[in-house]
């Protein structure tokens, strides 16, 4: 059974800061890995998406690697902004769905 | 919109009571899941289909829920004789299915009270 852990649960940061966060997955046999972003109360926005046969992929500020055999994703924030601030999601997916984390809740001071 | 919507956003009912909720996917999407997120959790498995077909259901997924896509476009949940721990936000979401590259698009929820 996979499991997907999410390392720190939460982090504040100045604005201004570069911020990794860490996901952990136990099964390396994954069709890709997604990251979101969730507001409160909110649905998920999906950030970036890596599949299964490549190293890493970027969208402006976001960075995203993926290391299959360690069982290992990060997502790397550029220069942190207030409007930032949300839960970050890492997301495992198999042939049919989603094996999600419990998130790590950003906050981000001016 | 094109986005993934559903409707509606906010339901309170009372124990005992049915509910059911309706999830549009994305145009074209021919792939639509279903998850159930609680507080400070992230979301949960519950059910997939492909096209009209639902393909698998979680353990989660008691005999009180039951899922639909009769035409393979929207579909609709329902909980029948809700209890308090069905309270939860009920998300949808929809892809392409494009083997790897199957990202996931989320729609904004249904969040459920049962009183």
């Known amino acids: 059974k996979q499991e997907v852990t999410q390392i720190p649960a939460a982090l504040s940061v100045p604005e201004g800061e570069n911020l990794v966060l860490n996901c952990s997955f136990t099964d390396s046999a994954i069709y890709n890995l997604q990251w979101f972003r969730q507001d409160p109360g909110k649905g998920l926005t999906s950030l970036l998406l890596?599949?299964?046969?490549?190293r890493e992929q970027t969208s402006g500020r976001l960075n995203a690697s993926l290391d299959k055999s360690s069982g290992r994703s990060t997502l790397y924030i550029a220069a942190s902004q207030p409007g930032d601030s949300a839960t970050y999601l890492c997301?495992?997916?198999?042939?049919?769905?989603?094996?999600f984390g419990t998130g790590t809740r950003l906050l981000v001071s001016p | 919109d094109t986005g993934v919507s559903q409707n509606p956003r906010h339901k309170i009912t009372k124990r005992g009571q049915n509910v059911t909720f309706r999830c549009d996917p994305i145009s074209e999407h021919n792939r639509l899941y279903w998850y159930r997120q609680t507080l400070g959790q992230g979301p949960e498995f519950l059910t997939y289909?492909?096209?009209?077909?639902?393909?698998?259901k979680s353990r989660l997924l008691s005999d009180r829920f039951s899922a639909e896509r009769p035409k393979g476009s929207f579909s609709t949940l329902e909980i029948q004789r809700t209890e308090q721990g069905d309270s939860a936000m009920y998300l949808c979401?929809?892809?392409?299915?494009?083997?790897?590259?199957?990202?996931?698009?989320f729609g904004p929820g249904t969040r459920l009270t049962v009183l």
């Open positions: 997301a495992v997916g198999g042939f049919q769905k989603l094996v």
């Open positions: 979401a929809s892809s392409l299915g494009q083997g790897t590259d199957n990202e996931q698009f």
């Open positions: 289909f492909q096209n009209e077909a639902q393909l698998e």
């Open positions: 890596i599949q299964s046969s490549q």
